[in-house]
């Protein structure tokens, strides 16, 4: 049986408002509904789906306190990057200088794609895709 659609993902956040601000002022996500956990947090919905989870560092997202092996920080692993397709490049660069947020662009070769990358409050690599974009 394959899967069918991405869900969400959950990053634990040292300040969960400023992760969230970071979401939904810079990527442009919006805070929605959450059922009544019994720990702090938000989700963030891209249309009608709650695509960002947003819990504590110092909580899972099903209350668990995360377990450092030998005094490291939890890991999740191989994670390079999460991506999402964009609109309106020109208006995203202008939001991160104003906003003085590092970010990097590349074009990707063949194709007509530019993206954008940056890294949420927490470490987190984000890839913005703007389609449509021709380059030299």
Sequence with gaps: MAV?????????CTSLERTRDFYSK???LRVGPRPPFDFAGYW????????V???LESECEDG???QPVSGEPP???ALDHIAFRAQDLEG???LLRARKIAFEERAVPGALVHQIFVHDPDGVL????FRGIKHD
């Design 53 to 55: 989870h947003l819990v």
């Design 4 to 12: 069918d659609m991405l869900e969400h993902f959950t990053v634990r």
């Design 44 to 51: 963030l919905y891209l249309g009608e789906q709650p695509v």
């Design 126 to 129: 984000i890839e913005l895709n």
């Design 92 to 94: 995203m660069r202008a």
């Design 64 to 66: 668990r306190k995360p």
């Design 26 to 28: 810079i990527i442009g």
């Design 75 to 77: 890991s999740t692993g």
